[in-house]
């Protein structure tokens, strides 16, 4: 048995809880879009075209932003494309994915698709093959009301209304080689800056997002955020932050992957620090907060393509991942990295919403399903409510090739004065032994476990099991039943490999 002991008071708090850090992502990638979101002649189609079964699990989820159309996509974009009549919609070479992008979901389907699943848009603009003028013609399509060429041309489409978009991200991943239009820090600095200085003449109430490095391993780490800053300090509000993380296939070094959370946590603070140089520097009186609008655990050295894919293909099977037990896990401590981060990490956005990647998953005409890291997402989502709290643990430790040793036991916590109920987010990593963990509550009035559920293998299951294609249900959420209050501490027990959300109120 391993064990780990958490105090909490209701004093120490990190900042209220960031509705937008619950995001998701939609790329034109793969499925993502077409036979994921859109599929007009699937069974469940509505009379947009959207899947209704995607959409209905998707508003289970709940993310409260999503970040559209890329993604390296983006960065090859002509936005013009994919709006007006979509018989007359020209369909292009998406250079980024190698593929034929039909352009039949755009601009006003994203609005009208995001206005039935009840969340902010987050829109990025092509800074890649386009610029400034483009960003700017883009923002009056979306966002002027009416009288002007483009404002004019959206309400000509049938979109009397503008769409109304307040995120918007200024390019993606500019800063790799990969990237169509890749840039120097310099170079993009100064195009992110004057970009989003015409936009704000369009629309002064708009949030711009500057883009950041695309991993902490870059070459370029550090010094491109610094030059970006010193560029665009008093333009952009945010800067991204970009992760993914795996099981190395042939080390099997699954200690190390448990511990990706230790990974983003330095990512961050180190983005932080940056961005506090440059405003000392620069003595600005603002602070840059940060916009994680890509993470997730993505298999990167397994095949990229599914069985059959060919160059130029329309909607290939890209990076379809199928997530397990383990691999919920890691997403719910990375989860807690945000929880944690909460005081600057103020937008999230969890890489992607279906099938590329996806928290969801669908097969053309037949059924859609959460994946296993749908879990823990949807159910910080709900209960996170409130104040960040500040969580001092002390926890048994277990030895890491990368990361050195690692408390067993990660953790997060809310409280939500209103309702006087304390939310606790807790990982057990160890993959062999349960773990008891004691929380100091004498700080608050509550007494009870409302909800305590757990996510992990059950019986004849392993840590690689997941919700494949006929079997949808075998990794999910159960009761957890090991977890009490008494006299002010609460003993919760956690199985081994496991993700809990546990509830304690008045």
Known sequence: MRNARLTLDPAFTVAPVPRRLFGSFVEHMGRCVYTGIFEPDHPTADEDGFRTDVLELTKELGPTVVRYPGGNFVSGFDWEDSVGPREARPRRIDRAWRSV????????????????????????????????????????????????????????????????????????????????GHKTAHEYGRLAAETGRAMRQIDPDIELVAVGSSSRSMPTFGAWESTVLELAYDTVDYVSLHAYYQEDDDTKDAGSFLASAVDMDLFIEQVVATADAVRARGKHSKFINLSFDEWNVWYQTRPHHGPGVEPWDVAPRVIEDEYSVTDAVVVGTLLNSLLRHSDRVTIGAQAQLVNVIGLLR???????????????????????????????????????????????VDSSATYDEETQTLSLFLANRDLEDSATVTVDLRGFDVSRVVTAKVLAATDGQDRHTTNASGAHDQVGLRPLQDATVTDGVATIVLPALSWAAVQISA
Not at 131 to 160: F, P, V
Not at 387 to 400: E, F, G, K, N
């Open 362 to 408: 669908s097969e053309p005409g037949g059924d859609a399903w959460k994946q296993s890291i749908a879990h823990p997402f949807e159910q910080v989502r709900r209960l996170a409510s409130g104040t960040v709290l500040r969580v001092a643990s002390t926890s048994d430790t277990y030895a890491t090739e990368r990361f050195g040793d690692v408390d067993v």
């Open 101 to 180: 992008e039909t352009n039949q979901f755009g601009l006003a389907e994203f609005d009208a698709w995001a206005r039935k699943v009840g969340t902010e848009p987050m829109m990025a603009v092509n800074l890649g093959t386009r610029g400034m003028q483009d960003a700017c013609n883009l923002l009056e399509y979306s966002n002027h009301t009416a009288g002007t060429k483009y404002s004019d041309l959206r309400i000509a489409h049938g979109a009397k209304d503008p769409f109304g978009i307040k995120l918007w991200c200024l390019g993606n991943e500019l800063d790799g080689p990969w990237q169509t």
